[in-house]
């Protein structure tokens, strides 16, 4: 479905856009973070989960993670896209005691779901993933 805007609706749109990046991240799970890029060009959140909490005890900062995710390719397969990721993390001390900002990014492909799209696929590298897990499960 294609949605067509006159100038005045897409001015408001882009304001409207602009006002949420500038307001707080939610908290929520990576997946859904990398779903809403894909569906509305970027996204920006408060990545949860157990992985986090062990991050935050690494970094020694209670400041919460802050995930942002942009569409840099659009796949064929509906609903999939390769993402450029930041992820970041104020207040995070360093060993004179001063506080910095902890920064990272990538670039991954992925599909709302958190599957990763056919097209690009390696699959030698599949297979190999799918060996690991399986031993894993044993």
């Known amino acids: ?3 067509h805007l006159n100038a005045g609706l897409r001015a408001a749109a882009a ?10 991240a939610a908290a929520e799970q990576p997946l859904s973070i990398f779903a809403r890029a894909i569906g509305e060009g970027s996204a ?22 802050v995930m942002t995710a942009k569409v840099v390719k659009r796949f064929s397969q ?8 930041e992820l970041s993390q104020a207040d995070v001390p360093t060993k004179s ?7 990272t990014g990538w670039e991954m492909n992925t599909c709302v779901d958190g599957t990763p799209p056919i097209e690009g696929r390696d699959p030698k590298a599949m297979a190999n993933l799918k060996a690991q897990l399986e031993a894993q499960r044993k």
């Open 97 to 103: 005691g001063r506080l910095t900002t902890f920064q």
């Open 1 to 3: 479905m294609t949605i």
């Open 78 to 85: 509906e609903g999939c896209a390769r993402l450029a990721i």
């Open 15 to 24: 304001a409207l856009s602009l006002l949420a990046l500038a307001a707080p």
């Open 44 to 65: 920006r959140g408060e990545p949860t989960g157990q992985q986090f909490q062990r991050m935050r005890e690494t970094t020694r900062s209670n400041a919460p993670f």
